[in-house]
């Protein structure tokens, strides 16, 4: 079974920033981040493949950044410029396809809480 383990997450005013990690034990091709705020559905945030091909959502574009470490089996998500609305449990998956689409992710993390408030 493959474990996801996320850490990081916090509380920080609008304008600053964040990096979470996510630590996958075994090697899969797509790493990727999701977030759920209260009330609304899991929506995927950006994926990072095993070539370092990166895609992000247009809400985060320009200001979040991923990254791997292929030795650690690692996964980064640097957030810059957080607002009110990034507020939410962000939660990191592992898969074998590159996409934003939920039910291609076999394993997940438990979640990390990031809240963005004055």
């Known amino acids: 079974q493959v474990q996801v383990v996320e850490s990081g997450g916090g509380l920080v005013q609008p304008g600053e920033s964040l990096r979470l990690s996510c630590e996958v034990s075994?090697?899969?091709?797509?790493l990727a981040w999701f977030r759920q705020a209260p009330g609304k559905e899991r929506e995927g945030v950006s994926y990072?493949?095993?070539?370092?091909?990166?895609f992000y959502v247009d809400s985060v574009k320009g200001r979040f950044t991923i990254s791997r470490d292929h030795i650690k089996n690692t996964v980064y998500l640097q957030m810059n410029s957080l607002k009110a609305e990034d507020t939410a449990v962000y939660y990191c998956?592992?898969?074998?396809?590159?996409?934003?689409?939920?039910?291609?992710?076999?394993?997940w993390g438990q979640g990390t809480q990031v809240t963005v408030s004055s």
């Open positions: 075994e090697f899969e091709v797509v």
């Open positions: 998956a592992a898969g074998n396809r590159a996409t934003m689409e939920k039910r291609a992710y076999n394993y």
């Open positions: 990072i493949t095993s070539n370092d091909y990166t």
